[in-house]
C-alpha cells in the first residue's frame, strides 16, 4: 500500500555532499517517523539518523555535525543531506518510515530500495 522511493545517490570525492532524497506514495494518512539507515560491504545495517512528525531528530555519532535529516510532510518526502563526506560513508542508503494508513489506526513500516553512495578518496 505504501512505496518509498530513494534518490539522488551516486559516487563523490572525499569532502564533498549529496542530498538523497525519499518520496513516499500511497494510502498514508501520516508518516510518523522517518530514519535513513545504511550498509557497508560486509558490515551490518547501521541506523544514521531519525526524524519525527514534530522535527526531533537524532544522529549517530560517526555522522553528527556533517549530516541533516529533514522532512517535508506536505510532499510526504524526506531528505538526507550529507556534507564533508568520507569514504567510510560509503554503502547503500536506505529510507525507512513509520505510517498510518488511511482508515487505519496502526503504524507500519516500510523500507525504500536503497541508493548506493561511493565516497573516493
Known amino acids: 500500500q505504501v512505496q518509498l522511493v530513494e534518490s539522488g545517490g551516486g559516487l563523490v570525492q572525499a569532502g564533498g555532499s549529496l542530498r538523497l532524497s525519499c518520496a513516499a506514495s500511497g494510502s498514508i494518512r501520516s508518516i510518523n517517523a522517518m530514519a535513513w539507515y545504511r550498509q557497508a560491504p560486509g558490515k551490518q545495517r547501521e541506523l544514521v539518523t531519525t526524524?519525527?512528525?514534530?522535527?526531533?531528530?537524532n544522529y549517530a555519532d560517526s555522522v553528527k555535525g556533517r549530516f541533516t535529516i529533514s522532512r517535508d510532510n506536505a510532499k510526504n518526502t524526506g531528505y538526507l543531506q550529507m556534507n564533508s563526506l568520507k569514504p567510510e560513508d560509503t554503502a547503500v542508503y536506505y529510507c525507512?518510515?513509520?505510517?498510518?494508513?488511511?482508515?487505519?489506526?496502526?503504524?507500519?513500516?516500510?523500507w525504500g530500495q536503497g541508493t548506493q553512495v561511493t565516497v573516493s578518496s
Open positions: 525507512n518510515a513509520r505510517v498510518t494508513l488511511i482508515g487505519g489506526r496502526y503504524e507500519y513500516s516500510y
Open positions: 526524524i519525527t512528525s514534530g522535527g526531533s531528530t
